[in-house]
């Protein structure tokens, strides 16, 4: 089945940096677009930045110039730098995809959400 698993989330102070990266496996992961999203506490869930399966990039505007989405089909895996963080990049950031399952249709898939917290 479908599976994302996030890791990498923490504590950091603003300014600081952190990687996020997101394993995937379940799907034929080199053909797939991935997404990462972000939801802050009372707020919802908001679409942070995507990769295609050849490689280009879109981000939301509030991350456009210090974070950088990437992707190693050898390893089924996504990343997510961020970097000059700011405490209102507080969220817990989840990695996501949108599939065709033959027989079935489209599905989404979220993972489990990895907490980042910004903090002095």
């Known amino acids: 089945q479908v599976q994302l698993v996030e890791s990498g989330g923490g504590s950091v102070q603003p300014g600081g940096s952190l990687r996020l990266s997101c394993a995937a496996s379940g799907f034929t992961f080199s053909s797939s677009a991935m997404s990462w999203y972000r939801q802050a506490p009372g707020k919802e869930r908001e679409f942070v930045a995507m990769?295609?399966?050849?490689?280009?990039?879109n981000y939301a505007d509030s991350a456009k110039g210090r974070f950088t989405i990437s992707r190693d089909n050898a390893k089924n895996t996504v990343y997510f730098e961020m970097n000059s963080l700011k405490p209102e990049d507080t969220a817990v950031y989840y990695c996501y995809v949108h599939l065709y399952i033959s027989g079935v249709g489209f599905r989404t898939y979220w993972g489990q959400g990895t907490q980042v917290t910004v903090s002095s």
């Open positions: 990769i295609t399966s050849g490689g280009r990039a």
